[in-house]
Nanobody
Framework: QVQLVESGGGLVQPGGSLRLSCAASGFTFSSSTMRWYRQAPGKGRELVASISSAGGSANYADSVKGRFTASRDNAKNRVYLQMSSLKPEDTAVYYC?????????WGQGTQVTVSS
């Protein structure tokens, strides 16, 4: 079965960095666009970044452009989100997402808190 497991979240001061990781299994990872979403308290889920199957193309929400970088390692079935210059408004639960066989799959999420 499809599994997505995020890790790497935590508490960081404003201006700091974190690297999130998502381990994927149960589907053809190397053929799948992967996405990162986030959900802040009291808000809807927001698409943060997407990366193409081969990793050659990535797109970002305007709110994170220039600060976040998505990457992937198809040999390890992992996708990453490098977050820099973090702001308090980046505080959210971050989710890894894959769509395969017309079904949306989500990880359990990892909490990122940006606070001094």
């Amino acid at each position: 079965q499809v599994q997505l497991v995020e890790s790497g979240g935590g508490l960081v001061q404003p201006g700091g960095s974190l690297r999130l990781s998502c381990a994927a299994s149960g589907f053809t990872f190397s053929s799948s666009t992967m996405r990162w979403y986030r959900q802040a308290p009291g808000k809807g889920r927001e698409l943060v970044a997407s990366i193409s199957s081969a990793g050659g193309s990535a797109n970002y929400a305007d709110s994170v452009k220039g600060r976040f970088t998505a990457s992937r390692d198809n040999a390890k079935n992992r996708v990453y989100l490098q977050m820099s210059s973090l702001k308090p408004e980046d505080t959210a639960v971050y989710y890894c997402n894959a769509v395969t066989n017309y079904t949306n799959y989500w990880g359990q999420g990892t909490q990122v808190t940006v606070s001094s």
